[in-house]
């Protein structure tokens, strides 16, 4: 019998549960599909911010960091830009200064170079009478952005004195540390130049903390060249650094050292980094930790880790540079100490960051050439949410990929198509929120390898030395590439480690945040050079952007089109609204003009302002709307007095900030001790980088050009008494014109009197450039009308100059050439004070003429025996290409200077990679 009903309901019920099925099944799919859109969003913003980023990084290799008066600093720029590393934009214009450490009011000497290709080269020409000290070697380009500096290069500089022998002190410190009220009782050794201890020097001690001397007193190296002394700490201390200053006190001897001294109520600031940001509960952890004494110096310990009930979970170690790791599995409510146990004395105990109860675990399983493998943990989502992670490098999207958290207990991603450079791994979570991140180095062993082949290790003096070059991959395939080449007396081993070099420039400074410790040892031979690497990525954040910026489009602006800029302002300080700026070049006889804004400012974009630029000094003119020239011309200052001070005080490495807190990978660590020499310019620099030394703003002295300067560039006409027949009392106007023809032949005249000798240079008559008439050393005026009042018979001399330039001895605004007419009877009154400068009036320097290096080829044994060469710079090539097969050759001679010598090696390949190594010789002392 047919059963409709029961058959129904179970058709129904079936149905019903398939409908429930096909729902869930499409509300999954959809939701899937929305997290996915929701990833290539983000995606297509960062594509967007990536697109748009157009900072600059600057590098300058040199010849060395100790000079002498007279010595000439010589560099190779190279300006690339941040991230991919393609060179920079053309038209970039490069200025380099030196600066006294101490005054930071003015530079020493400055120049202006061209960029071309992401390259410049030239030299700095030290004066003879320098005074000896320290100073600071810094450039930048045109391009800087409005909100970031990594186109400020920083490097300092020491001046010796060759008259006076440079001497070592060393102090050493015990391995513990003082307190207050305690004796310092310490020994001090001095070496010569010779490396022997150098008896019977005077030198001077300082206790200080900070700037503020707290003890003081003059000792005696006695006949060994070792002192014993001793110095009292007060009872109280301030929150600063206490520090020895130790200084030679004796004529013709110079030397000085600060050391730091440990005292504990003064202890070090250690910093912890969980990898990847947190730490969870129940899940294993690597933290990182960089350690600083308060003097922000990097400070190495041994100590142990222990819980809240003292019980000792295992013992921590920096591996070198106050940085290192531990790994531990957080619990609940559970905190954990880290204790210094070596140095002695310190009885501070820091508290790790506490770990969370939910979150994102990252961590790092493997880094080697041929992959990366990771792990990605979770207590606050489900196995099946979707988990992305994206992989950034060299401004490029290299990996991404969204998966369900149950499949990235172990995700591989595969480096060998990436190039080498600082890769910064997001995990996003299924609301395309950023919950960890990472930093780490890929392709170390991509690193170019640059060999120098038949290099010894000893030779004679002025021996030749011929060094075959090659460059390989890590495959051994050869590598093309540009390169500069230094050869220089070695100062210390400790220096060079110390020293930046254009690898860690380009692929780590302008990366990283804070101030990067040992710049030159991690792509060096050091053993634990990787290991420190790994510590730099782990301890140092990413410095590009904020994720925050980028899911909310703040997308950074950059303006990298200014050449010059600056303001007008009346005398007493207002800004001058739609002002008229002019900027001349005399040598080119053009000109481009612009208008002030209404805050008084003015720019010319870095394209005009290249193309009218030459070797020549430019000429820069302001007036109000009304075209009076009563206002003043301030150009834009490139490098700020007051961050100077800041630079000095961090480059001295005795930091004011207290030393006696922590912070946790949360924090930024731009906000600790961590300073780096870009942060200092990044809140007041401006965009415009034209050197305010360079040029003459408000100058009591006279804008005009010496004569003898345009009597030998600028060939010029004169007429004497004896030849001059015309009176201008019977036909002045008509007479003047004929005696300048009699004079210099050919010209033309424009309305108002205007004399022109190039010709007519402008379509409107009221812009023409006329001669300038000059009688008795007074500028009368633009027009033969002004010296219509003269007697022939009254005039000793009549002279012309042509040049466009010429007038410019008087007037900034004679450029049209210039007519001087000398009365008789006139004798120019040589005590009378020279004319003051139009403060409207600017003169900028143009580009610096690049000199060749010049090393001495000697033919035969006798030029060596006649010659004495006491070079210290051996040999300096800015521009040595490789070519594709992988090499080059450089030859040059040694001097006469025995001693240990340094090659360094810097340059980028084709492929935009950076290169760089050191060697060192002997020269025999014969």
């Not at 005074?131 to 920083?154: K, M, P």
């Not at 003096?461 to 051994?476: A, D, Y």
């Not at 900027?583 to 003009?593: E, Y």
Request: net charge negative; glycine share 8%.
């Amino acid at each position: 019998m047919y059963k409709p009903k029961k058959i129904l309901k179970k058709s129904i019920t079936i149905s019903f549960l398939s409908i429930i099925g096909f729902i869930l099944f499409f509300t999954t799919m959809s939701f899937n599909s929305l997290l996915q859109n929701n990833f290539e969003n983000i995606l297509l913003k960062l594509q967007n911010y990536l697109t748009g980023y157009n900072e600059d990084v600057l590098y300058l290799h040199t010849n060395g960091d100790i000079f002498e008066p007279g010595d000439t600093i010589w560099f190779k720029a190279y300006n690339f830009k941040s991230g991919s590393l393609v060179p920079s934009l053309p038209e970039n214009l490069l200025n380099v200064g030196l600066y006294k450490r101490e005054t930071k009011t003015e530079s020493i000497v400055t120049g202006k170079f061209r960029v071309e290709k992401g390259t410049s080269f030239g030299q700095l020409n030290l004066s003879d009478t320098l005074s000896g000290g320290s100073y600071f070697l810094i450039a930048g380009t045109n391009s800087s952005s409005t909100n970031s500096v990594e186109n400020v290069f920083v490097k300092k500089i020491k001046i010796k004195n060759p008259a006076r022998e440079t001497v070592d002190i060393k102090i050493q410190i015990p391995d513990s540390v003082y307190s207050e009220g305690n004796k310092i009782e310490e020994k001090l050794e001095v070496f010569g130049d010779n490396g022997f201890r150098l008896g019977r020097v005077k030198i001077q001690l300082q206790l200080k903390q900070d700037e503020h001397i707290l003890n003081e007193k003059t000792i005696n190296s006695g006949e060994s060249g070792v002192a014993n002394f001793e110095m009292i700490l007060p009872g109280e201390l301030e929150n600063k650094a206490v520090h020895i200053c130790a200084q030679i006190g004796q004529p013709g001897l110079t030397g000085e050292l600060n050391v730091h001294v440990p005292v504990k109520s003064l202890p070090p600031a250690i910093r912890f980094f969980p990898e990847g940001g947190d730490l969870i509960e129940d899940f294993n952890s690597v933290v990182a930790f960089e350690a600083t004494d308060v003097a922000g110096n990097p400070f190495d310990f041994k100590g142990i880790l222990t819980d809240s009930e003292g019980e000792i979970i295992s013992e921590v170690t920096t591996t070198a540079l106050g940085m290192g790791s531990v790994n531990i599995q957080s619990k609940k409510n559970t905190n954990l100490f880290l204790k210094i146990q070596e140095p002695r004395g310190y009885d501070k105990s820091y508290k790790l960051p506490e770990a969370k109860e939910k979150g994102y675990s990252l961590q790092i399983l493997e880094n080697n050439p041929e992959r990366i493998s990771m792990k990605v943990e979770s207590n606050s989502c489900e196995s099946t949410d979707l988990i992305s992670v994206l992989l950034l490098l060299r401004d490029s999207i290299w990996f991404e990929t969204t998966k369900p958290l149950k499949d990235l207990q172990t995700l591989s991603i595969p480096v060998k198509e990436m190039p080498l450079g600082v890769g910064k791994i997001t995990v996003f979570d299924q609301n395309g929120i950023p919950q960890a991140e990472r930093l780490l180095f890929v392709n170390l062993d991509k690193k170019p390898e640059i060999q120098a082949e038949s290099l010894k290790e000893i030779y004679e003096r002025k021996e030749k030395v011929k060094i075959n070059l090659s460059l390989k991959n890590s495959m051994g395939e050869p590598l093309s590439g540009v390169f500069s080449a230094s050869v220089i007396p070695i100062n210390s081993e400790r220096d060079e480690i110390w020293a930046e070099n254009i690898m860690t420039a380009l692929l780590l400074s302008n990366e990283l945040k804070g101030e990067i410790p040992a710049r030159g040892i991690y792509f060096s031979e050091h053993k634990d050079s990787e290991k420190l690497l790994d510590l730099l990525m782990l301890t140092h954040g990413w410095r590009r952007f904020t994720w925050e910026n980028i899911l909310d489009n703040n997308q950074q602006e950059f303006n990298n089109s200014v050449g010059l800029s600056g303001l007008v302002t009346t005398r007493k300080g207002k800004p001058v609204k739609n002002g008229e700026v002019t900027l001349m070049n005399m040598n080119k006889f053009s000109a481009i003009a612009t208008k002030t804004d209404n805050q008084g400012r003015f720019e010319f974009n870095k394209s005009e302002f290249t193309g009218i630029l030459d070797d020549t000094k430019l000429v820069l003119t302001a007036t109000n709307s009304q075209g009076r020239k009563n206002v003043f011309v301030t150009i834009d200052d490139f490098v700020n007095v007051e961050k100077l001070k800041e630079l000095n005080r961090i480059s001295n490495r005795l930091y004011s900030s207290a030393g006696n807190s922590f912070t946790t990978g949360e924090e930024d660590l731009s906000s600790g001790q961590n300073h780096s020499p870009g942060s200092l310019y990044a809140s007041d620099t401006t965009k415009r980088n034209i050197w305010v030394e360079e040029v003459d703003v408000k100058a009591k002295i006279p804008t005009v050009i010496p004569v003898e300067t345009y009597e030998k560039e600028h060939q010029s006409y004169i007429l004497e008494d004896k030849d001059i027949h015309i009176n201008f009392g019977y036909n002045p106007k008509t007479g003047i014109l004929q005696l300048i023809k009699q004079v210099a032949g050919h010209f033309d005249t424009a309305a108002g009197g205007k004399i022109l000798f190039r010709g007519y240079n402008s379509i409107y008559d009221q812009n023409m450039q006329g001669a300038v008439f000059v009688v008795n050393g007074r500028v009368a005026g633009f027009s033969y009308e002004d010296v219509d009042y003269l007697n022939s018979s009254d005039i000793e001399t009549i002279k012309v100059t042509k040049s466009s330039a010429a007038g410019l001895r008087y007037t900034p605004y004679g450029t049209g050439g210039l007519i001087e007419i000398t009365l008789k009877g006139f004798k120019p009154d040589e005590s009378a004070p020279s004319p003051e400068a139009d403060p409207n009036i600017v003169h900028i320097p143009g580009y610096t003429k690049v000199r060749e290096f010049y090393s001495p080829v000697y033919k035969n044994q006798k030029q060596k025996d006649e010659a004495i060469d006491l070079r210290k710079t051996l040999y300096w090539n800015p521009n040595i290409s490789i070519s594709d097969l992988g090499n080059a050759t450089i030859q040059y001679f040694n001097s006469d200077v025995p001693g240990e010598y340094l090659l360094k090696i810097e340059g980028i390949g084709k492929s935009g990679i950076p290169f760089y190594t050191i060697k060192t010789y002997t020269v025999k002392n014969n």
